[in-house]
């Protein structure tokens, strides 16, 4: 929702509307507007709080025009954080547990009480040479880092992140790719959008992404959807497949081998930017039909023939995901499949993607969808483009904090169990069961946004 005009930015200081309620008569109301954030999901729109500059009281918030991402526009939930701010049933004290855990009984003491209870046991296990015993486990942050600033700062490795039962399959096979473990695309000015979920309705950055593909599509692109649901998205969506779960990126591969048997591809960026040297280093067997009269060393950046070779094998490597193989996997007929590949070859530069949770987190191996996905930009060359797909950070402000402290030179097995050495973040899911283990003890957990009885599959190993 939006509203048609906003408040402009030079009355903020004193901004005046009628008294609705006071209807017939006119009475006027005077508000301080305050920019804030909300917090109901992880897109962080901005919000107004438009505070009564007699009472001093938030009496609504709405959109705030200024903030980029947003740009005044909010879901439901926006406006709807009066109710979070005036909830009658607000924790409004800290209660500590009085009996056994799980016994119920509690009793409520003051913030002072609970403060200095936290920070000395904080205290004593750090002073203690236990700082591992001390854990921050975060679901949205919200906070910029301050808190692994802070953590940082005490010589803590104590964070913890609900990534790995979310985003960090998509991460993994983004960081592969790029370096960065976040894409960001440029679907407003996309030819084809290419979704995988449902990012109109509930994907990561669900707003301003929704804003975006709208736009997008207002220019005349074709939305194209990967949801097993018919999801409000996908409603909205040019083509809608529903693979069978976890058969994603058997799609994706078809897709890829139609780019490049066909020749669609980007050759000029592939040969640029691809490290294909190095693939050949590694594969000096030659493809068929190629003659073997030259090395494939690294050093071989600029040479034609190599490339050609790299191009062969590239064929070779990518024929066997046909379209009909795709349709034995997931359940989609191979002449949608092949309707679908068409679509993303024509978009060449503008093709703009994006998968996070959903069938990356949901699946084993899923990691391979993000990649798989990726691998499309790739060939067609829209990765830093207008209307492709960007690594998160190129084409955005990304403020830094002012300090930063170093890394505690300490590890946390907690967190990190020396047995997973390639995990991508934290392996958090399986704290309950490492503690269970003996591999270590927690003095002091806290999370934030974060609950993990409620959101981990086995919630209940968290009491
Ligand atoms: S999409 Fe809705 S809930 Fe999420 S931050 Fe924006 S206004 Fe809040």
């Known amino acids: 929702m939006s509203l048609r005009s906003y408040p402009p930015l030079e009355k903020w200081d004193d901004w005046t509307e009628l008294e609705s309620v006071a209807w017939p008569k006119r009475v006027e109301r005077h508000y301080m507007l305050v920019p804030t954030t909300c917090f109901n999901c992880e897109s962080a729109c901005g919000l107004l709080a438009y505070v009564d500059r007699e009472t001093l009281e938030v009496r609504k918030y709405e959109g705030n025009p200024e903030h980029p991402g947003s740009r005044g526009r909010n879901c439901a939930k926006g406006p709807a954080t009066l109710n979070q701010a005036n909830?009658?049933?607000?924790?409004?004290?800290?209660?500590?547990?009085d009996g056994k855990?799980?016994?119920?009984?509690?009793?409520?003491?003051?913030?002072?009480?609970?403060l200095d209870d936290i920070a000395s046991r904080i205290r004593h296990a750090i002073a203690g040479g236990r700082p591992n015993e001390v854990m921050y486990h975060v679901g949205r942050p919200g906070e910029d880092g301050y808190t692994e600033r802070v953590l940082a700062a005490w010589g803590v490795d104590g964070h913890n992140s609900h990534t790995n039962i979310c985003s960090s399959s998509a991460r993994a096979g983004y960081q592969f790719w790029m370096g960065w473990d976040r894409p960001s695309p440029d679907h407003a000015n996309a030819d084809v959008i290419l979704l995988i979920s449902a990012h109109l309705e509930s994907g990561h950055y669900f707003n301003p992404h929704a804003q975006r593909v709208m736009e997008g599509k207002a220019r005349g692109a074709k939305l194209i959807v990967f949801d097993v649901r018919l999801s409000n998205t996908a409603t909205h969506a040019d083509h809608w497949l529903a693979p069978w779960p976890g058969s994603e990126a058997a799609i994706l591969l078809a897709i890829a081998s139609y780019i490049i048997g066909n020749n669609r591809y980007d050759r000029e960026f592939v040969r640029r930017w691809w490290n294909w040297q190095e693939y050949m280093a590694r594969h000096p067997e030659r493809s068929e039909g190629s003659q073997p009269t030259r090395s494939f060393a690294v050093s071989a950046a600029q040479d034609d023939v190599s490339f050609e070779e790299f191009e062969r094998k590239l064929r070779e490597l990518y024929a066997p995901y046909t379209f009909e193989f795709?349709?034995?996997e997931s359940g989609i007929a191979a002449a949608t499949?092949?309707?679908v590949a068409e679509l993303v070859a024509s978009a060449g530069k503008r093709l703009?993607?994006?998968t996070w949770r959903s069938a990356t987190s949901g699946n084993l191996g899923g990691w391979q969808v993000a990649r798989a996905l990726f691998l499309l930009n790739a060939l067609l060359g829209a990765i830093g483009t207008e209307g492709g797909t960007f690594p998160n950070g190129w084409n955005k402000f990304v403020p830094r904090p002012m300090y930063m402290p170093p890394h505690p030179p300490k590890w946390n097995e907690l967190t990190w169990p020396d047995e997973f050495p390639l995990s991508c973040n934290e392996m958090?899911?399986?704290?309950?069961?490492?503690?269970?283990?003996?591999?270590?003890?927690?003095?002091v957990y806290f999370s934030r946004v974060y609950n993990p009885v409620w959101t981990n599959p086995d919630g209940f190993s968290w009491i």
């Open 87 to 97: 909830d009658p049933d607000r924790i409004l004290y800290p209660l500590r547990r």
């Open 101 to 114: 855990r799980g016994e119920n009984r509690w009793s409520r003491v003051t913030w002072d009480e609970a």
């Open 326 to 328: 795709a349709e034995k």
């Open 337 to 339: 499949i092949e309707k």
């Open 352 to 354: 703009s993607t994006h």
């Open 428 to 443: 958090s899911f399986l704290l309950p069961h490492l503690l269970e283990d003996g591999r270590g003890r927690l003095e």
